[in-house]
């Protein structure tokens, strides 16, 4: 039977059980069409059906939050924890507060989590969970109320060696800082059930840069294999969050000239790059949750409302701000542009549309799984600082995520490699299967 074959019949039965369920659809068609021959060369993977097991979540709770508003009234959200798969360690992944939050995405987000943190080479399993809930307009107090409530019904699913949460959209020091009273509290322990946590209560250096950070280590590992360095060159990166701002911020000090940012109003446009004070009154702005249409008169930057970072010619594209956020008609542009390489920061943000433009037009991909996951990586780092109670220094943790990062780049090279070019994203798929696949193979049938 061809791989096309293996592959439809697979997804039918994929598409049955989930029907309508796009994302994750479209997250689990892009890993099984790079593995299911390898399932089927491998007799103990054959026999343990890892793919067919991979494209069910070992399960999801969804529950009720219900928060009170300044005003005294009841509110009514939902919450939802997809534990996807612990064969190598806790469940582990991030928690998105986002009214477009849909099961179908969190789903998707967990299976991707699965293979990326097997990359990273730590003990962790995926998972992801979050609330349909939207800080936008929301106060400190009502943000605070609803993170207290979220965890009142997360608790008892959770735990340091169970399932460890993390940040994501929406969800930064601040929120876990809360979460993680609110389960100390109800739990009567100080454990390491959440990461991302102030440095204060056990979180770990360096965790708040990390994704951006490993995103850029990642991308200079991929110049260096052509023989070339991250300075001097033009980088678009989409978003202006934890991610996006990061990522700016070291390509910067790196040299290289960061030529946007963005959110969902429009783009911050800076020719001859931003500045570092610039990146500063970026996240500033959102911390804030004001807007970045008017730039201070120091920014060497201008704002363009509807624009997309994509239409700048560059040499690099860092999406970071969401998935499905670059469409056909942007990676057209970027190809246009003279883009060659692209590096994800967020999760699976171009369209199937996209990434086959983006593939034809000769740019080089790294895939999220593999590029972004400095953050759990740090993550899983801050949870061995926990369990032994020791910390380690910025320069220490930083130092380990850049190696983390070149080990990464190097696996997923391995496996991708054919002939003179390099498939990161076959490479990152068949990498994560192989790791999760064995421990799944090994443990019989459970
Ligand atoms: P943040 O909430 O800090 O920032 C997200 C930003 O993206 C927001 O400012 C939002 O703009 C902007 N945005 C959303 N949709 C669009 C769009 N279509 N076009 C332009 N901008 C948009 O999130 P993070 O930086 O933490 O996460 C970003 C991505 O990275 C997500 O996919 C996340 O899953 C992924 N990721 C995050 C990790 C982490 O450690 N934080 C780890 C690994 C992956 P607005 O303000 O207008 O809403």
Not at 41 to 67: C, G, I, N, S
Not at 107 to 122: D, I, M, P, R, S
Not at 125 to 154: H, N, T, V, W, Y
Not at 348 to 368: F, H, N, Q, S, W
Request: a negative charge; proline letters at 4%.
């Amino acid at each position: 039977m061809s791989r096309d074959s293996l592959l439809e019949d697979f997804m039918h039965e994929v598409e049955l059980r989930n029907p309508g369920e796009t994302e994750f659809l479209q997250a689990v068609r892009h890993v099984a069409r790079d593995t299911i021959t390898i399932e089927k060369a491998h007799a103990d993977y054959a026999q343990a059906r890892v793919l067919a097991r991979l494209a069910k979540p070992d399960r999801m709770v969804e529950f009720r939050v219900t928060w009170q508003d300044d005003n005294h009234e009841i509110r009514v959200n939902r919450g939802w924890r997809v534990q996807h798969s612990n064969a190598i360690g806790p469940y582990k992944g991030g928690l998105r507060f986002h009214p477009a939050l849909t099961p179908s995405v969190l789903k998707f987000l967990a299976f991707e989590q699965t293979f990326k943190n097997a990359l990273t080479g730590l003990p962790l399993g995926g998972g992801k969970g979050g609330s349909d809930f939207d800080p936008r307009g929301r106060s400190d107090a009502e943000i605070m109320r609803f993170c207290q409530a979220f965890m009142l019904q997360l608790a008892p699913f959770i735990g340091p060696n169970r399932d460890v949460p993390a940040g994501d959209i929406n969800v930064g020091t601040r929120e876990i800082g809360w979460l993680f009273a609110a389960y100390k509290s109800q739990a009567h322990e100080f454990s390491g059930v959440l990461t991302g946590k102030g440095r204060s209560f056990g979180g770990s250096a360096v965790r708040v840069e990390a994704t951006g950070w490993g995103l850029v280590y990642f991308t200079e590992a991929m110049l260096a294999e052509r023989g070339e360095e991250i300075a001097g060159k033009r980088i678009a990166i989409s978003g202006k969050g934890n991610v996006a701002t990061h990522a700016a911020e070291k390509a910067i000090a790196c040299g290289a000239r960061v030529v946007t940012l963005s959110d969902t109003a429009g783009t911050l446009v800076a020719p001859d790059g931003l500045t570092l004070d610039d990146v500063a009154w970026v996240r500033a702005c959102k911390q804030a949750g004001a807007d970045i249409t008017d730039p201070p008169g120091s920014c060497n930057a201008t704002f363009h409302e509807g624009a997309s970072p994509w239409e700048q010619e560059v040499d690099i594209a860092l999406p970071c701000a969401t998935q499905n956020e670059l469409d056909g008609e942007m990676a057209q542009a970027l190809v246009d542009g003279g883009a060659r390489i692209l590096a994800e920061g967020a999760n699976m943000p171009l369209t199937d549309e996209a990434l086959e433009i983006v593939a034809k037009g000769g740019i080089t991909r790294a895939p999220g799984k593999a590029s972004n996951a400095g953050g759990v990586a740090v993550s899983g780092l801050e949870m061995s600082q926990n369990s032994r109670r020791r910390f380690a220094s910025p320069q220490e943790v930083d130092d380990d995520l850049r190696e983390i990062m070149e080990t990464i780049h190097a696996r997923v090279s391995r496996e991708g490699r054919e002939g003179g070019r390099i498939d990161y994203s076959r490479g990152a798929n068949i990498a994560g299967f192989r790791k999760v696949a064995d421990a799944i193979a090994a443990m019989g049938a459970i």
